[in-house]
């Protein structure tokens, strides 16, 4: 218990959770959200903003490897250069890393829904097991909605 729920007492104890939660629908269902408290917003951002470079790796293999046999064929719309394709003259390895950087912000942000069972967990969701159940769509739709829930717009918080 920190030193401000201390002084705020047991009752403000008793419904601290509930501070913590927020619900909007969408397609007529009510997703709970989970506040993220400052340190996890921090932790949850910098693993979007940071992807690993393996997983940089894997997909930019994916979107290079068709390119691949127009390597004898090097136009300047087509680069092949050190450890890159350029498609005019746009980074295929950054194409990559803006990719990733979008499927872990929806993974984290899906993160924090609620499951209906408290005894259940999204903490081990994969961008996967979301993608086959919802399609970019929606995942765009979710991630819009638990981002208008956990940080409110300036006009919201001003009451304006």
Excluded: C, H
């Excluded at 509930?18 to 917003?41: C, D, H, W």
């Excluded at 068709?66 to 950054?94: T, Y």
């Excluded at 979710?142 to 829930?149: C, G, N, P």
């Amino acid at each position: 218990m920190t030193k401000l729920a201390s002084l705020l007492g047991s009752q403000y104890e008793s419904k601290r959770k509930g501070l913590f939660i927020r619900q909007f629908e969408l397609g007529g269902y009510n997703f709970k959200v989970r506040i993220p408290t400052v340190a996890e917003s921090d932790a949850m951002y910098e693993r979007i903003q940071n992807p690993k470079d393996k997983d940089v790796a894997v997909i930019y293999d994916q979107i290079a490897k068709p390119l691949e046999q127009f390597k004898d064929q090097e136009s300047e719309e087509l680069q092949f250069v050190e450890n890159d394709i350029l498609v005019g003259g746009r980074s295929m390895r950054e194409t990559a890393k803006t990719k990733l950087m979008t499927q872990n912000r929806i993974t984290e942000f899906i993160k924090l829904l609620i499951p209906e069972n408290e005894n259940d967990s999204l903490a081990d969701l994969t961008y996967e097991e979301i993608e086959s159940e919802f399609p970019l769509a929606v995942q765009m739709a979710l991630l819009e909605k638990i981002a208008e829930v956990i940080s409110p717009t300036y006009r919201e918080s001003r009451g304006n």
